[in-house]
C-alpha cells in the first residue's frame, strides 16, 4: 500500500518545478532586455551630448572668426587719414593676423574648450579697446593734420584753377594775336557781262550774287598756312543768310562759347604777307533784297571785322 502512496506523489511535484524553472528563466529575460534597454539609453545620450559639444565649439569657432574678420575691416577703413595712425593699424592688423592662424588650429580639430574661447574674446577685446585708446590720443594730432591738409589742397586748387584759368588767357591772347584782321572791308552786288566779266551794282533788282573783298596786313604772330575765313552775312530784316545747301553751317563764338551760323566760308594760304581776299554769296538766278546787309567777318571763331553796304 505504501508503494501506492510514494507513485501518487511524485507525479504531483515535477511540473512545480518545470514551473519554478520558467519563471526563472523569464525574469533572467526580462532583466536582460533591461538591461540592454539601459545600455542603448546610456549610449544615445553619450552621442547626444557629443553633437551637442561638436555643434557647440563649432558656434564658438565661426564667433571668433567673425569678431576677427569685423576688426580687421574697421582696421581698413581707418586707413590714409594720417601716417601716424597707418603705423598703428599696421600693428594692430598683425595681431589680428597672429590671433587668427592660432584660431585655425581649433577650425581643423573642431574643438574649442571655453576657457580657450574666452581667453581669445578677452585678448581681441584688449586689442580693440588698446586700438581706441591710442586713436584718441592721436586724434588732437590727426585733426592739426586734416586741418593742413585740407587748407593745403585749397591752396592747391586755387593756384591749379588760376593757372589753368592763365594758360587759357595766354592761349586766348596768343590766338587773337595771331588772328588776321581785316581791313578795308568792301561789300557790294555783282552781276556778270559777257565772258567772266563782272559788274558791280547797287541795285538789288540786278544783282545776282554779293561780293565782299578785305585786305589783311603782314602778322608775324600768325603762323603760316592754311586760314579759313567765316562770312556772316545779315540781310535787311536782320537774319543772317543761312543755305546749308550753298555751303552755309554753324561754328562756336570763341569769347562766349555760344554756336552761331555763318553764311559761307572762304579758305585761304597765308605767307605772312599783306593779301587781298574776296568771298562771293549766291548764284545765277539768287535774288535779294532791297535794304542794308551788314558784313561780319571771323576767324577761329573770332571776329575780324565788320562793315556794311547798302543794295537799293
Known amino acids: ?12 511535484n515535477k511540473p512545480d518545478n518545470r ?3 520558467l519563471i526563472v528563466i523569464i525574469i533572467l529575460l526580462v532583466a536582460g532586455n533591461i538591461y540592454l534597454y539601459w545600455k542603448l539609453n546610456q549610449k544615445q545620450d553619450v552621442v547626444e551630448i557629443m553633437v551637442q559639444q561638436t555643434n557647440m565649439d563649432s558656434i564658438k569657432i565661426a564667433d571668433l ?5 569685423s576688426a580687421m575691416n574697421d582696421i581698413e577703413g581707418l586707413r590714409g587719414q594720417n601716417s601716424s595712425l597707418d603705423s598703428l593699424l599696421n600693428i594692430k592688423e598683425n595681431e589680428i593676423k597672429t590671433m587668427k592662424a592660432a584660431l585655425d588650429a581649433a577650425k581643423k580639430a573642431g574643438k574649442l574648450k571655453d576657457n580657450e574661447y574666452l581667453a581669445k574674446l578677452n585678448d581681441l577685446q584688449k586689442l580693440i579697446a588698446d586700438l581706441k585708446g591710442q586713436i584718441t590720443q592721436l586724434e588732437t594730432e590727426k585733426n592739426i593734420l586734416i586741418s593742413e591738409k585740407e587748407s593745403l589742397g585749397r591752396d592747391l586748387n586755387e593756384q591749379v584753377v588760376a593757372n589753368t584759368e592763365l594758360k587759357t588767357e595766354n592761349k586766348i591772347l596768343s590766338l587773337k594775336a595771331g588772328l588776321l584782321k581785316a581791313e578795308n572791308i568792301v561789300g557790294a ?8 566779266k563782272e559788274v558791280v551794282t547797287e541795285s538789288a533788282k540786278k544783282t545776282e550774287r554779293i561780293k565782299v573783298c578785305f585786305d589783311v596786313d603782314e602778322n608775324k604772330s600768325a603762323d603760316q598756312g592754311s586760314k579759313t575765313f567765316l562770312l556772316r552775312l545779315i540781310g535787311p530784316n536782320g537774319s543772317v543768310i543761312n543755305v546749308p545747301s550753298m555751303g552755309s553751317g554753324k561754328f562756336e563764338l570763341g569769347d562766349s562759347g555760344e554756336e552761331s551760323v555763318y553764311t559761307t566760308k572762304q579758305t585761304i594760304t597765308y605767307n605772312q604777307k599783306k593779301q587781298n581776299i ?11 533784297e532791297k535794304g542794308k546787309y ?19
Not at 552786288?189 to 567772266?196: A, D, S, T
Not at 551788314?294 to 537799293?312: A, C, N, R, V, W
Open 1 to 12: 500500500m505504501s508503494d501506492h502512496l510514494n507513485e501518487n506523489v511524485l507525479p504531483e
Open 19 to 21: 514551473t519554478k524553472l
Open 65 to 69: 572668426d567673425l569678431k576677427y574678420n
Open 189 to 196: 552786288g555783282v552781276r556778270g557781262k559777257g565772258k567772266g
Open 278 to 288: 574776296c568771298i562771293y554769296w549766291g548764284a545765277n538766278g539768287s535774288t535779294f
Open 294 to 312: 551788314s558784313i561780319e567777318l571771323f576767324q577761329d571763331g573770332y571776329s575780324t571785322g565788320k562793315k556794311d553796304f547798302t543794295l537799293k
